[in-house]
């Protein structure tokens, strides 16, 4: 006999909640905190969830490594400095390697930009971001003409992040984040993306969960990502799944994270 969606859903939302209760609960947690300034001290991966971007920024003067690596081609990372307790400038980019590709596309990028903590509360925080990305050139071949040249790409972004405690001991955070890197040239051609992740626990073990959509034109990708996060002050190691969803298939990858503070 066939369950209905609303029956599979329920036994779903029963193990979420039940990993968020774990995570929250653990053993580790220091019960004399209960704000989002132990978020930072305590992780030296609090400015992000796993891919998507907190409100959150670390203390003056500190300086943050973070790489992102699926166990396939790929892989970004960033250089972070904090100019002030509010305010971070950054530097980064990231590489796909596409197996078989005949257009010498090179799927890479290289940016940077500014991160401004707008909004500073004790259990809540909004930051908003700028920066520039750029692809380089590459000559597009084909296999029916003679190909042709691509110029180097330079873009502008823009975003802006929210993140509050969920619970008084705020052992549990979410965040969510809205981006876009305009096209003046063809408005309707403007790539977005946005989403929510979760943060549970504030001891040494914590659950992340991601959600972020992007559209470009006509095209759109969802990515998830569920995993676990080993937190301390100066390292942080992140370890999970990563799915990515477009219109034509879906596959996960096992996915790691690691980010350095000095």
């Known amino acids: 006999m066939s369950r209905s969606p609303s029956s599979l859903r329920q036994p779903l939302a029963l193990t979420i909640a039940s990993l968020v209760s774990v995570f929250?609960?653990?053993?580790?947690?220091?019960?004399?905190?209960?704000?989002?300034?132990?978020?930072?001290r305590d992780d030296a991966a609090a400015g992000r969830s796993y891919f998507a971007p907190t409100a959150l920024t670390g203390d003056e003067g500190t300086a943050t490594f973070s790489v992102r690596a699926p166990l396939y081609p790929a892989i970004t990372g960033t250089f972070t400095y904090a100019l002030t307790d509010r305010v971070e400038v950054y530097v980064g980019g990231g590489a796909v390697v596409v197996i078989d590709d005949e257009s010498n596309d090179p799927n890479r990028a290289v940016g940077g930009g500014i991160k401004v903590q707008v909004l500073r509360l004790p259990r809540a925080a909004v930051a908003l971001s700028a920066g520039v990305l750029r692809r380089p050139a590459f000559f597009h071949t084909d296999p029916f003409d003679d190909g042709w040249h691509e110029d180097a790409?330079?873009?502008?972004?823009?975003?802006?992040?929210?993140?509050?405690?969920?619970?008084?001991?705020?052992?549990?955070?979410?965040?969510?984040?809205?981006?876009?890197?305009?096209?003046?040239?063809?408005p309707d051609g403007t790539l977005l993306w946005g989403g929510g992740s979760l943060v549970a626990g504030r001891g040494r073990s914590r659950l992340v969960v991601d959600a972020t959509a992007a559209i470009d034109g006509d095209d759109g990708v969802l990515l998830g990502y569920v995993g676990y996060r080993a937190a301390r002050r100066t390292v942080s190691f992140d370890a999970g799944a990563l799915v990515v969803i477009d219109a034509h298939s879906s596959f996960p990858w096992p996915t790691l994270g690691l980010s350095a503070r000095f």
Do not use: N, Q
Request: aromatic residues 2%; negative net charge; proline residues 4%.
């Open 24 to 40: 929250a609960t653990s053993a580790f947690a220091d019960e004399a905190r209960t704000d989002l300034s132990s978020r930072v």
């Open 153 to 186: 790409l330079v873009r502008g972004a823009l975003g802006a992040a929210a993140t509050g405690c969920v619970d008084e001991r705020c052992e549990v955070i979410v965040s969510a984040h809205a981006h876009a890197v305009p096209r003046p040239s063809d």
